[in-house]
């Protein structure tokens, strides 16, 4: 009865320790998932393929396939457009000139280097909404807003822990977990933000802000950290400052075609997938006014296939590998035996759904990647949610900001990484700054959402 959780808790440990071995995540969780399938075709009372090809080693394949398609044509196609967009504005400089525009009001707290340190982190997350690369923008920031906060007096360190910070929220309706979200909940994207993820993260900020506050200025103290480098505050713009509504632009569109605003009388609506093209052809028409040029214009849209291309290779077959991988889960009896277990130990469905969220923030500091955690896990909610009979979204969403909070402290992770190579700071000092407000954080997200 129990072989099929025990044999699954087995292939997560596997799974755990490979990754841990920074073994590469895409070929760990599609090898697993479809050795779990395999290994449920032999076990009395399942079938994970209903539409078998007439050989179990070939159904495993047919699966992947079954995936790519599933994928491609919705989830991943629009994560494909946010990728292609997010490489588009980077290129033609919008993303810096919308970066310049929002760290302006820093330079105002001279006087408080701390509180300018604490900002940075509300004004990331507004800035991640539009850009929604976690790397992408903390490096982004660390060109801009870094040299600022270190001139105001705050260490390397602290200033770099508030900028990996502003990505550990990740919300808005372009970001990849909020389209997994959105399409696992078949919601709206612009509803599941309003609605959903702006009055948790509201509070979240305020308590991140508090105890980065803290915690950055009693250890710069202590550990005699605070620097006075004179860093330069210039940000080497390479486009008008209008371009900055650019980036903003598919979130315009998306707010103004929902429901929220239906002042037109005629309905109209247009999908993240559109608003992100429409923006792109938005950005080629200004480029070539701008340099006089169609050709060139027109020359500078490879950019957005390759980023395309990019997400796809990252992003989008990891999606795929995880739901290979969430399949595997399923069709071994993972969530009946994790409700077995947890309806034993006398949990209910609030209990459920801290241990998922608690085993989702461990998976992706395991990973290095919010996305990858989430994407394994959040398949397998609604049938959960279902038989607790709650709410999917009140399991899925503190799973989603579990995900990315993990990915905050993971020393495995890109922007970590990245942002630490950059201010020559080693990462794993940087996961020590990072540890207590994320714990605190995520301690209060879990309290706030289930008690």
């Known amino acids: 009865m129990y072989s099929g959780p025990v044999i699954s808790i087995v292939f997560i440990i596997i799974v755990a320790y490979l990754l841990i071995k920074k073994y590469y995540p895409h070929a760990v969780l599609l090898t697993a998932g479809m050795l779990m399938l395999v290994i449920?075709?032999?076990l009395p009372g399942h079938n994970p393929f209903p539409k078998s090809s007439g050989f179990v080693g070939f159904?495993?394949?047919?699966?992947?396939?079954?995936?790519?398609?599933?994928?491609?044509?919705?989830?991943?196609?629009?994560?494909?457009?946010?990728?292609?967009?997010?490489?588009?504005?980077?290129?033609?400089?919008?993303?810096?000139?919308?970066?310049?525009?929002?760290?302006?009001?820093?330079r105002l707290f001279r006087k408080y280097p701390y509180i300018a340190a604490s900002l940075t982190i509300p004004i990331g997350q507004?800035?991640?909404?539009?850009?929604?690369s976690a790397a992408g923008l903390g490096l982004l920031l660390m060109a801009s807003i870094f040299p600022i906060l270190v001139n105001l007096g705050v260490s390397r360190l602290s200033a770099l822990s508030v900028i990996t910070a502003s990505t550990a929220l990740c919300l808005g309706p372009a970001s990849p977990t909020t389209v997994s979200s959105t399409s696992i909940l078949q919601m709206d994207p612009i509803s599941y933000f309003v609605q959903y993820q702006i009055p948790l993260v509201?509070?979240?900020?305020?308590?991140?802000?508090?105890?980065?506050?803290?915690?950055?200025?009693?250890?710069?103290?202590?550990?005699?950290?605070?620097?006075?480098?004179?860093?330069?505050?210039?940000?080497?713009?390479?486009?008008?400052?209008?371009?900055?509504?650019?980036?903003?632009?598919?979130?315009?569109?998306?707010?103004?075609?929902?429901?929220?605003?239906?002042?037109?009388?005629?309905?109209?609506?247009?999908?993240?997938?559109?608003a992100m093209f429409v923006s792109l052809f938005t950005a080629i028409i200004l480029e070539a006014i701008r340099k006089r040029s169609v050709k060139e214009a027109f020359k500078t849209m490879s950019v957005f296939w390759s980023g395309m291309g990019d997400i796809f290779k990252t992003v989008v077959t990891l999606i795929i590998a995880a739901d290979i991988f969430a399949q595997g889960l399923i069709h071994l009896g993972f969530i009946d035996g994790l409700i077995d277990l947890t309806q034993h130990l006398g949990f209910g469905a609030v209990g459920i759904g801290v241990v998922m969220a608690v085993m989702i923030f461990l998976a992706a500091m395991l990973m290095g990647s919010g996305n990858a955690a989430f994407f394994?896990?959040?398949?397998?909610?609604?049938?959960?949610?279902?038989?607790?009979?709650?709410?999917?979204?009140?399991?899925?969403?503190?799973?989603?900001?579990?995900?990315?909070?993990?990915?905050?402290?993971?020393?495995?992770?890109?922007?970590?990484?990245?942002?630490?190579?950059?201010?020559?700071?080693?990462?794993?000092?940087?996961?020590?700054?990072?540890?207590?407000?994320?714990?605190?954080?995520?301690?209060?997200?879990?309290?706030?959402?289930?008690?």
């Open 40 to 42: 449920a075709y032999y």
């Open 59 to 106: 159904d495993a394949f047919v699966a992947i396939k079954d995936s790519f398609v599933k994928t491609n044509t919705d989830v991943g196609l629009m994560i494909m457009a946010i990728g292609g967009f997010v490489a588009y504005i980077d290129k033609i400089g919008a993303s810096t000139s919308l970066v310049y525009l929002a760290m302006k009001p820093l």
């Open 126 to 132: 507004v800035l991640f909404v539009c850009i929604p």
């Open 202 to 274: 509201i509070p979240l900020t305020i308590v991140m802000m508090v105890v980065y506050y803290l915690v950055n200025r009693y250890f710069d103290k202590k550990e005699g950290l605070v620097e006075q480098e004179g860093h330069s505050e210039n940000i080497q713009l390479t486009a008008p400052l209008y371009y900055a509504f650019i980036p903003v632009l598919p979130m315009i569109l998306l707010i103004l075609f929902s429901d929220i605003f239906d002042f037109l009388g005629v309905k109209i609506s247009i999908g993240t997938t559109a």
């Open 376 to 451: 394994a896990f959040g398949p397998l909610i609604p049938d959960l949610a279902g038989r607790l009979g709650i709410k999917t979204v009140s399991m899925l969403l503190p799973m989603q900001f579990s995900a990315t909070l993990g990915r905050t402290v993971s020393p495995v992770s890109g922007i970590l990484i990245a942002s630490a190579e950059v201010a020559k700071v080693p990462v794993i000092d940087l996961v020590k700054r990072n540890a207590i407000p994320v714990a605190v954080t995520l301690i209060i997200m879990l309290i706030y959402q289930f008690i």
